[in-house]
């Protein structure tokens, strides 16, 4: 399956190229409206604002989702992980290490790679 982000820009650039088109081949004897172009081109700046907001709070997600896990280091955290013997258990582990991995923060405690989803509670 094939995904493709439309982005405000691109709609933006598309809408131009419409509107070109259309002021290339309109009726003389019937314009158009530019009160309606201004409105849409009004709608095309807040989508790009909102867009630009969006990545703005993602970064500051991630930023805090990072430190979080940095402040982990040296706490005890009880999370649901897989023993040796292949049943899944709430462990207690004392965290050494945090990763981060294409953008995925993983805690290392002894041999248990922990992602943060999977913390129930944590213990100085």
């Known amino acids: 399956m094939i995904t493709t982000s439309v982005t405000a820009t691109n709609l933006q650039m598309d809408y131009m190229k419409l509107l070109v088109a259309q002021m290339q081949n309109q009726n003389p004897l019937e314009p158009l409206d530019n009160k309606e172009m201004a409105s849409q081109l009004a709608q095309f700046s807040q989508l790009q604002q909102l867009e630009s907001m969006n990545s703005n709070f993602a970064d500051v997600l991630a930023t805090n989702e990072r430190m979080y896990a940095n402040s982990l280091i040296g706490k005890e955290v009880?999370?649901?992980?897989?023993?040796?013997?292949?049943?899944?258990?709430?462990?207690?582990?004392?965290?050494?290490?945090?990763?981060?991995?294409?953008?995925?923060?993983?805690?290392?405690?002894?041999?248990?790679?922990?992602?943060?989803?999977?913390?129930?509670?944590?213990?100085n």
């Open 78 to 123: 009880t999370f649901v992980g897989e023993t040796e013997s292949g049943s899944i258990e709430v462990m207690s582990k004392t965290v050494q290490q945090v990763s981060n991995v294409d953008g995925e923060i993983t805690l290392v405690a002894d041999d248990y790679l922990i992602g943060l989803e999977d913390i129930v509670a944590v213990k």
